[in-house]
DNA sequence: CCGAATTTGTTCGTATGTATC
DNA sequence: AGATACATACGAACAAATTCG
């Protein structure tokens, strides 16, 4: 028995018992065969989440034939999985020494009445920027008018932007303001780089959350473009309205957040 | 031309188009085939994020051929996709009439320094419990006693729980409590299926939530089995500190939501 | 430096599932 | 329903890099 059986085997009886109530029947970690999902993917799904606790102090994951009887199949099918996680940046490979995490921690994202996104990131991330993909004017639909509290016909300013930190897309927005108050808003948020800076100088000095909602989701095929990720990458939607201190609505904005580099932290 | 067409072929451009600034050069709507994903499952799930977009008025999908044509696939390849979602209970079909979306409407799970899972979800839905699967005094792991900010070697009471609305899981918690100082705790969660009750009964008059951390997974095969989900279905991953008013750390908690049936709303 | 054990890398052949026409 | 093309999964065997006594 090598070095890493008595680990793997404690792992397995882990992730087999649900509780120490409960009988210990199953004899397999079941795979879903008909679900349209390959094998090597389902298993690269599981090693993604799971790749901490069976690796050790190293970072080294036990090796292939033992993963590979952990999850009942085929060596060949499980180095797919691993393939994968290794074109994701998320493994490394060398032959005769092993498999190894490649370190990836996720950002805490902050979020409270009072965050704004380059403040919430600092010192964790080296490069920061937020890009303005584009601004518009344009006629709002309804269920914008009712987000931001305007009449039926009003016209609203939607700016897209995406955020990067360390190279990487986090955050993917649309944001609706109302463009009667706020006509220069998105030209002020291009200049500026900074949703604060721009509020300022429409004469806002001060703004709070009003409310946040969070989803998780699939991503569809944007997603995936924008925020670069690997094929059935998951998102956090999150929906967020922002107002005075006066409890005026001025922003109406939904997130899709990159989930597998991100933590809300809700304070 | 049929009634539906010119509509699917707004969402098309919408779906082909990234921005109005960017140049259109896709001329077909992405799918990988080898991302060991099967094509009628990477449909399904556009499908489910989408169909919304693709609806009537009266919720009517477009008919299959059309929706094959958008997806550059084959009807039967469409049809096995469909299929899936029928199984899921997102869609319904009847021969000659055609396909339909079938509300699924997810529940608001509030999130806010003073909120209590049977609060929270009142009034949105009928029948609501909260299951004890277990509870157990162990030796605490390093990192429980670091988050309960107990000795070393101290002990914690574990429970485990299952909360249910509407006869669908909603969330699977697991949760740490200071042995010494809450030593019946679990017995008291169980009997008064309420932890604001089981804290009142240790002398706890009042508690708040210190932080909350939510990120976004694929769900393992306990997930899944717990929360009842479709292969390949996501979870929302809370991590709970509750502390006194004084400060005094006395719960933390991991859960894991069914993200398919939560809206996470931050207050 | 050698050789054995360990571990990843590669190549056969075969069977099955997926997608198209 | 049948024919075709390709990805997926398996088993077995061998090759190459690393580690260690």
Redesign the pocket.
């Known amino acids: 028995m ?3 059986s008595q680990k793997v085997l404690k792992l397995r009886d882990r992730l087999m018992t649900k509780h120490k109530t409960e009988k210990r029947i199953k004899k397999t970690v079941k795979l879903d ?2 679900s ?1 999902i ?4 389902q298993i690269a799904d599981r090693l993604r989440a799971d790749m901490i606790d069976l690796a050790d102090e190293t970072g080294r ?1 036990p ?3 033992e993963l590979a009887s952990l999850f ?6 499980l ?2 999985a ?1 393939k994968a996680l290794v074109e994701e940046g998320l493994l490394s ?7 190894y995490i490649q370190q990836k921690r996720r950002l805490k994202y902050p979020i409270s009445r009072r965050t704004r996104f380059s403040e919430g990131l600092n010192n964790q991330a080296d490069q920061r920027s937020v890009t303005i993909l584009d601004y518009q004017q344009e006629k709002a639909l309804p269920i914008i008018c009712e987000k931001l509290n305007l009449s039926e016909d009003a016209h609203v300013v939607r700016v897209e932007t995406l955020s990067i930190a360390d190279k990487m897309p986090i955050v993917r927005s649309t944001s609706w303001f109302c463009a009667k108050r706020f006509k220069n808003i998105g030209q002020l948020i291009k200049k500026h780089q900074s949703v604060t800076h721009a509020f300022r100088l429409c004469g806002v000095d001060d703004y709070v959350r009003q409310s946040t909602e969070v989803e998780a989701r699939h991503a569809n095929e944007a997603d995936s473009r924008d925020l670069k990720l690997a094929p059935g990458g998951l998102i956090l939607m999150t929906e967020v309205i922002n107002t005075e201190i006066n409890g005026t609505v001025i922003q109406y904005s939904r997130s899709r957040m990159a989930a597998e580099r991100i933590t809300l932290l809700i304070r």
């Open positions: 090598n070095y890493l065969k008909t349209g390959s094998l090597w993917r994951l090796p292939e034939p009942k199949v085929n060596r060949l099918t180095r797919s691993v490979r060398q032959q005769g020494k092993g498999t």
